[in-house]
C-alpha cells in the first residue's frame, strides 16, 4: 500500500492570502495524484488530477504542482468558501488518501 | 447529469452485516468500474473496493475477507456488504465513479473520483 502524508494537518490563512498544502508518497507515484476539497456533510469535490490539471469549472486560483513523491496543491488568494479541507489521492496503484489539510481562517 | 443515490441501513450492532445500495441516474452504467469509500468521523478517506457492470471487483486488501460488492445491471445499481462489523467500521460511505483508470504493465488500476453519492452514515454500537 502506498501511505499519503498530508502536511500541516491545519492551516490558519487570512482571506486574500496564499496557502500551500504539501502531500508526500510513500514511493513515487509519477503524476498520478489528485486533490480534492470537502466542506463539513458535503462528499469531497474534485479539484486537481494528473498532479496540475484542474478539473472542470475549478477556479483558476487553484493549482497542482509535483510529480513522484512531492506534491504541493497552492491556492494563490483564499476566498470565503475555500476554507475546507483538502486530501490528496494517489492512483498509481489502488487508490489511497492522505490524512487531510484543513484550511481554517486565521 | 449523472447522479449517485445511495441507501442502506443507518444503524448496525457489533457482528452484525453493512448492506449498501447505490443506483446510477441519467449516464453509463456499463461503460465504468464502480467504487466504494468511506471516511470515519473526523477523520480521512479509505477506498473499499470496485466493481463494473460484467462483475469484476477489485477490493482494498485490508478489508477484502468482509468485503462483498455486487451489481444488478438491470436497474443499474450496485451494492456493498460488510461483514461482522464493529465499532471500528463506523463510517460516512460513499459511493464514487472515477473518472478515467490508469494502466501500466498490463494491469489497471481505478483512478480519480470525479462523481460521487452523498455519502450513508453507518453507526456501529451495542
Known amino acids: 500500500e502506498i501511505v499519503m502524508t498530508q502536511s500541516p494537518a491545519t492551516l490558519s490563512v487570512s482571506p486574500g492570502e496564499r496557502a500551500t498544502l504539501s502531500c508526500r508518497a510513500s514511493?513515487?507515484?509519477?503524476?498520478?495524484l489528485a486533490w480534492y476539497q470537502q466542506k463539513p456533510g458535503q462528499a469531497p469535490r474534485l479539484l486537481i488530477y494528473g498532479a496540475s490539471t484542474r478539473a472542470t469549472g475549478i477556479p483558476a486560483r487553484f493549482s497542482g504542482s509535483g510529480s513522484g513523491t512531492e506534491f504541493t496543491l497552492t491556492i494563490s488568494s483564499l476566498q470565503s468558501e475555500d476554507f475546507a479541507v483538502y486530501y490528496c489521492?494517489?492512483?498509481?496503484?489502488?487508490?489511497?488518501f492522505g490524512g487531510g489539510t484543513k484550511v481554517e481562517i486565521k | 447529469q449523472v447522479q449517485l443515490q445511495q441507501w442502506g441501513a443507518g444503524l448496525l450492532k457489533p457482528s452484525e452485516t453493512l448492506s449498501l445500495t447505490c443506483a446510477v441516474y441519467?449516464?453509463?452504467?456499463?461503460?465504468?468500474?464502480w467504487s466504494w469509500i468511506r471516511q470515519p468521523p473526523g477523520k480521512g478517506l479509505e477506498w473499499i473496493g470496485e466493481?463494473?457492470?460484467?462483475?469484476?471487483?477489485n477490493y482494498n486488501p485490508s478489508l477484502k475477507s468482509r468485503v462483498t460488492i455486487s451489481v444488478d445491471t438491470s436497474k443499474n445499481q450496485f451494492s456493498l456488504k460488510l461483514s461482522s462489523v464493529t465499532a471500528a467500521d463506523t463510517a460516512v460511505y460513499y459511493c464514487?465513479?472515477?473518472?478515467?483508470?490508469?494502466?501500466?504493465?498490463?494491469?489497471?488500476?481505478?483512478?480519480?473520483?470525479?462523481?460521487w453519492g452523498r455519502g450513508t452514515l453507518v453507526t456501529v454500537s451495542s
Open positions: 441519467g449516464g453509463s452504467f456499463s461503460g465504468y468500474y
Open positions: 466493481i463494473n457492470h460484467s462483475g469484476s471487483t
Open positions: 464514487a465513479r472515477p473518472a478515467v483508470r490508469y494502466c501500466t504493465n498490463g494491469v489497471c488500476y481505478t483512478g480519480y473520483f470525479d462523481l
Open positions: 489521492q494517489q492512483y498509481n496503484n489502488w487508490p489511497s
Open positions: 514511493q513515487s507515484v509519477s503524476s498520478n
